[in-house]
């Protein structure tokens, strides 16, 4: 099971589902990931964390911590 | 009382999410009687206004701070969402108008459709649409119109088209609600776990499907943009709905890039607080001047009595200890309001996060944490926009830490002193020196606080850090203008009858009882007799007798009850400390400014009964020290208070940041003086 934190610069790929067990699930949903949308990892900040993803159109910035509860294909 | 405010006209709030374009469109509709409590960081606290007189519309306007959703997630949130329904003062809106980035509708309409679920009156404003328009798109206001079933309103925020579709709207639906009785907004109850929101955005999807269309060639024949065409709608429509702005993607390559962006960080945060010295230096000359100017004109005008004494040395000279340091504080807002409105202080939050989490605090704290350089008390009120109540806790607890702006005339002060007349650098140098140390300072406070958090801030909860990051846009000059010149005024009411107060405390505690010395004013110059009345009058003024009892306390630090005085009244605030320095040591001479003549008589000034001099290397850092730790503010005290519910943090501030104050100002001038620095 891969996720959103697991990815290379500038890889795209498309959500599958969100793990609910990580507290911070639903301001991510919130903010637009939701599954079957396409993401891709933009940047990186020093020491790789936090990450900055494109999603709908948007550039969203979450720690690796938080975006390993997106679940991608 | 609940639920009925009085209220004889009507109210329009304006929500969105961040970055929609909310605040330009309050600015294009409001009226002169604009007021804001607001702080760098975010539109918190409320704006209101009237329409503006052109539009002819009689109704109050609110602008609220930026949600991406009805579910609060920061107390900040938490405000916002509770005084959309009610609003202590204002009560509940009449019409809510929520603004829409079109480029990123499918993520705003969220907000919208959380809005009509609980019954709202709701107008959208689509902005952005020429970001949209970059793209080859446009969104159909009928459609989305007919799908939301409430008016949607195209306005282009740099010209100001649409705004009269918007009055036409805001008219039409207050006549609907004079006609129909007004539906109270219900709480938003609708699921908000997971499949709840997983809906909503399946929703949002079928009608950003039906809205979103290309836009239409113009049949012009031109081979190049045909090409171009093709291209575009050869490439999946999705794909292109999707794509964030082009030339943000290029610019955060290298400003987030892993070792160029860190440096650029670094290099902006150094110009930021250079020219905060830079460009404020010939403006401070001339208000100081000013200032000394009209005391000495006082004295001329109105000769050496207790009344000219009041009015120069009290009145005049408080006043222009506080006017001095306005021009960074201008500067300093301004700076901030740049970075802000470009985009860029929410990259710097993410490129800082990971360094700030080791010791406990969060991305946002620094936002927090650089107004702090400016003022703590706006600085605390940033510190709402943390989600995480014990990150909250720990930047509020630190940012007294920071070196703000009033610490600048008591360090200016200083550091005079110190710097050699034929050596201007080397004062540059110093207050450099001061920066960087206080930062190290506070890193180093909350990490050990961070380390005892379960004793001292006692709340623990998820971490967490999820940001937006705004694309790039050359900021508004009359936003900045507008936020720059509240949050100066704001600033200006706050200190100055503070400072103005004590100013006439201390000049009433050194002017009484004995306000007619006797001298021996034989073979002495009219100047010479004035000296020796000041001095003679201090020595047996009340301020002596309360002095005194500081004077254990101060002889271990190598200074006297002169000193000990204003330092206590630098309590109240710091930059009191010069007024008080001013009222105590200083003649008001025939010297050029307030400042020079301070400082010769600081030169001359000794250790009672010693003949040792009472200003030296030594005593001059311990002091810089001594206001690096110290909390001495008590509208910091009292906002951290507020901010943190309860007494215990902002008693933990004061006893540990003044304790630990006293401790390094004694290991300081006595490291100093052991090693031969007297």
Redesign the interface.
Same mark, same amino acid.
């Given at each position: 099971m891969k996720t959103a934190a697991e990815l290379k610069f500038g890889e795209k790929v498309k959500i599958n589902d969100?793990d609910?067990s990580n507290?911070?699930?639903?301001?991510?949903?919130?903010?637009?990931f939701?599954?079957g949308?396409?993401i891709e990892l933009?940047?990186?900040?020093?020491?790789d964390?936090?990450l900055?993803f494109?999603?709908?159109?948007?550039?969203?910035?979450?720690?690796k911590k938080?975006a390993g509860c997106i679940i991608v294909s | 009382m609940k639920g009925t405010v009085a209220k004889s006209i009507p109210l329009i709030t304006l929500v969105g999410p961040p970055n929609s374009g909310k605040t330009t469109l309050f600015n294009l509709l409001s009226g002169k009687n604009y007021r804001t409590v607001n702080y760098p960081g975010s539109t918190v606290e409320y704006s209101t206004s009237n329409f503006s007189a052109k539009y002819n519309l009689n109704a109050e306007i609110l602008d609220s701070p930026g949600i991406?959703?009805l579910?609060p997630?920061s107390p900040d949130e938490k405000v916002s969402v509770d005084s959309l329904f009610f609003h202590p003062r204002l009560g509940s809106p009449d019409i809510v108008i929520c603004t829409i980035d079109a480029?990123?509708l @499918?993520?705003h309409l969220?907000l919208v459709l959380q809005l009509i679920e609980s019954h709202f009156k709701l107008i959208v404003v689509l902005t952005m649409n020429d970001i949209l328009s970059k793209k080859k798109l446009e969104v159909s206001a009928e459609k989305l119109s007919s799908y939301l079933d409430c008016d949607v309103i195209k306005v282009d925020g740099r010209s100001g088209n649409g705004i009269p579709n918007v009055i036409d709207a805001v008219n039409k639906n207050l006549n609907e609600l004079n006609e129909n009785s007004k539906v109270k907004p219900k709480p938003y109850t609708a699921e @908000?776990?997971?499949q709840g929101?997983?809906d909503f955005?399946?929703r949002i999807e079928t009608i950003t499907d039906e809205v979103l269309s290309d836009v239409p060639g113009n049949g012009k024949i031109d081979l190049a943009k045909a090409n171009k065409q093709l291209k575009i709608i050869s490439t999946p429509y999705?794909?292109k709905?999707? @794509?964030?702005d082009e030339l943000?993607?290029k610019i955060?390559?290298i400003l987030?890039h892993?070792?160029w962006?860190?440096l650029i960080f670094v290099l902006i945060m150094g110009i930021t607080f250079s020219s905060i010295f830079w460009l404020a230096d010939p403006v401070m000359g001339l208000v100081d001047s000013a200032f000394s100017y009209l005391a000495q004109f006082t004295i001329y005008i109105l000769g050496h009595n207790w009344l000219s004494n009041l009015l120069a040395d009290g009145l005049i000279s408080g006043l222009g200890s506080v006017m001095v340091f306005v021009p960074q504080i201008v500067i300093l807002f301004l700076i901030l309001g740049i970075l802000e409105d470009t985009g860029y202080l929410?990259r710097g939050?993410?490129?800082i996060?990971?360094p700030l @989490?080791k010791i406990g605090l969060n991305?946002r704290s620094f936002v927090p944490m650089l107004s702090g350089f400016a003022c703590a008390i706006p600085a605390m009120l940033a510190a709402r926009t943390i989600p995480n109540r014990r990150e909250r806790l720990l930047t509020i607890f630190v940012i007294p830490l920071m070196s703000c702006s009033a610490r600048l005339p008591v360090y200016a002060l200083l550091i005079a002193y110190l710097t050699p007349s034929d050596k201007p650098w080397i004062g540059g140098f110093l207050l450099a020196s001061i920066y960087i140390f206080s930062i190290i300072t506070s890193v180093t406070v909350a990490a050990i606080i961070n380390k005892f958090r379960k004793k001292l801030i006692k709340a623990e909860d998820?971490s967490?850090?999820?940001?937006?990051?705004p694309t790039y846009k050359i900021p508004k000059p009359i936003t900045l203008f507008r936020n720059t010149y509240s949050s100066t005024k704001q600033y200006i009411f706050r200190a100055g009858p503070v400072i103005l107060v004590f100013s006439l405390v201390i000049w009433f505690l050194t002017f009484f009882p004995n306000v007619s010395p006797q001298i021996d004013t034989h073979n002495k110059t009219e100047d010479e007799i004035v000296q020796m009345e000041r001095s003679e009058r201090l020595e047996t003024s009340y301020a002596a007798d309360l002095g005194k009892g500081i004077q254990p306390f101060m002889t271990p630090i190598g200074m006297d009850w002169r000193i000990g005085v204003a330092l206590i009244s630098a309590f109240v605030a710091r930059e009191v400390f010069v007024s008080s320095l001013a009222l105590i040591f200083k003649v008001t001479d025939k010297s050029n400014d307030i400042q020079s003549s301070l400082l010769s008589s600081m030169n001359k000034a000794e250790i009672q009964n010693s003949g040792k001099k009472l200003f030296t290397t030594s005593t001059i850092v311990g002091l810089i020290v001594f206001f690096v730790f110290a909390l001495q503010c008590l509208s910091t005290v009292a906002v951290s208070r507020k901010e943190t519910g309860s007494w215990r943090i902002p008693a933990l501030q004061l006893v540990i940041f003044t304790s630990l104050a006293y401790l390094m100002t004694f290991i300081t001038v006595n490291g100093l003086r052991f090693l031969g620095v007297n």
């Open positions: 969100i609910t507290p911070s699930h639903q301001r991510i949903i919130e903010f637009g939701t599954p949308q396409e933009v940047s990186k900040a020093a020491f964390d936090p900055a494109s999603v709908r159109g948007s550039l969203i910035a979450m720690r938080e | 991406i959703s579910i997630n480029s990123q @499918s993520r969220l @908000s776990g997971k929101l997983i955005y399946n999705v794909g709905k999707n @794509s964030p943000t993607l955060d390559r987030l892993k070792f962006g860190i929410a939050a993410m490129l996060d990971k @989490s991305g998820n967490s850090f999820i940001l937006e990051l």
